[in-house]
Nanobody
Framework: QVQLVESGGGLVQAGASLRLSCAASGRTWGNYAMAWFRQAPGKEREFVAAISWRGSKRYYADSVKGRFTISRDNAKNTAYLQMNSLKPEDTAVYYC??????????????WGQGTQVTVSS
């Protein structure tokens, strides 16, 4: 079992930066791929970024490439999402997720409770 807790969301203006954190607890967390998803009001949850358990592979959604960076520190049981040049369309609840498989689909085994990111124009 893996428990995930996100933090770092908030209200910022367009062009600003935020760093989200996802603290994990439970056994063998280092063997799990980690990902970030987001869900805006009235929309389906969408993939944002994923990182393999060693950090050697990363995927990004086209909409965030070049602006967002996913990383992890297995010694601290924490994954991060650095978000730069934020746009109003980035406004959503951001969720971190963990799964034994490195993938871009929403079928991750474990999910956090989400953290709100709001970008004003």
């Amino acid at each position: 079992q893996v428990q995930l807790v996100e933090s770092g969301g908030g209200l910022v203006q367009a062009g600003a930066s935020l760093r989200l954190s996802c603290a994990a607890s439970g056994r063998t967390w280092g063997n799990y791929a980690m990902a970030w998803f987001r869900q805006a009001p009235g929309k389906e949850r969408e993939f944002v970024a994923a990182i393999s358990w060693r950090g050697s592979k990363r995927y990004y959604a086209d909409s965030v490439k070049g602006r967002f960076t996913i990383s992890r520190d297995n010694a601290k049981n924490t994954a991060y999402l650095q978000m730069n040049s934020l746009k109003p369309e980035d406004t959503a609840v951001y969720y971190c997720a963990a799964d034994p498989l490195f993938k871009q689909t929403v079928s991750y085994d474990y999910w956090g409770q989400g953290t709100q990111v709001t970008v004003s124009s």
